[in-house]
């Protein structure tokens, strides 16, 4: 299915901390939509103490909000999150600041629209002064990974030039402990 332009009533903008409840609810639908719908460990309060209480914050996204009328509640309007990218930051030493988009996300009934599109060119835009690479991580085979290779990221694993990994920083000390 083609992509069309997003509709009026979607707006892309930086997440706040009310934000959390609906971007767990986000997350829990991703995990879904990759087949791993117990993968998700957090939970809002984590989202809100991470995001909003920790400085500095440990996580940042963009969300995309709609505003539509609720034929339920009398067409009285509803605001509801449709997509978002959340990210992360950190630094290399041979290039400096980093940052690790994490997912971006849109539901499925939007997904027809150019949001996804949207949110990563916000989330490559806040970033374009300051920070020097964007990494993120795509599970083989899912549909993200072109999206990403067709806006011009390569993976650097087939390169040959990095391994990615990952490991339980509980195991790994309780391994190192027990040696």
Same mark, same amino acid.
């Given at each position: 299915?083609? /992509?069309?332009?997003?509709?009026?009533?979607?707006?892309?903008?930086?997440?706040?901390?009310?934000?959390? +409840?609906?971007?767990?609810?986000?997350? #829990?639908?991703?995990?879904?939509?990759?087949?791993?719908?117990? +993968?998700?460990?957090?939970?809002?309060?984590?989202? !809100?103490?991470?995001?909003?209480?920790? #400085?500095?914050?440990?996580?940042?996204?963009? %969300?995309?909000? %709609?505003?539509?009328?609720?034929?339920?509640?009398?067409?009285?309007?509803?605001?509801?999150?449709?997509?978002?990218?959340?990210?992360?930051? /950190?630094?290399? /030493?041979?290039?400096?600041l980093r940052t690790c988009l994490?997912?971006? *996300?849109?539901?499925?009934?939007?997904? #027809?629209?150019?949001? !996804?599109?949207?949110?990563?060119?916000?989330?490559?835009? +806040?970033?374009?002064?300051?920070? %020097? #690479?964007?990494?993120?991580? %795509?599970?083989?085979?899912?549909?993200?990974?072109? *999206?990403?290779?067709?806006?011009?990221?390569?993976?650097?694993?087939?390169?040959?030039?990095?391994?990615?990994?990952? +490991? /339980?920083?509980?195991?790994?000390?309780?391994?190192?402990?027990?040696?």
């Amino acid at each position: 299915m083609a /992509s069309t332009a997003v509709p009026e009533n979607v707006i892309i903008r930086p997440a706040i901390r009310s934000d959390c +409840a609906e971007i767990y609810r986000l997350i #829990q639908e991703l995990a879904v939509f990759e087949k791993m719908p117990n +993968a998700v460990k957090i939970t809002q309060e984590t989202l !809100e103490k991470d995001g909003f209480e920790s #400085q500095p914050p440990l996580w940042k996204a963009f %969300v995309a909000e %709609v505003k539509e009328k609720d034929t339920h509640k009398n067409g009285a309007t509803v605001t509801k999150l449709v997509g978002m990218a959340l990210y992360s930051f /950190s630094y290399s /030493s041979w290039k400096g600041l980093r940052t690790c988009l994490d997912h971006v *996300f849109v539901t499925d009934q939007y997904r #027809q629209y150019d949001i !996804e599109k949207n949110l990563y060119e916000t989330y490559i835009k +806040a970033g374009v002064d300051m920070i %020097v #690479q964007a990494d993120w991580f %795509v599970c083989p085979g899912m549909p993200a990974r072109h *999206f990403y290779e067709k806006l011009g990221a390569i993976n650097i694993h087939e390169q040959g030039r990095l391994a990615c990994l990952s +490991a /339980s920083i509980r195991d790994t000390w309780l391994r190192y402990c027990s040696k």
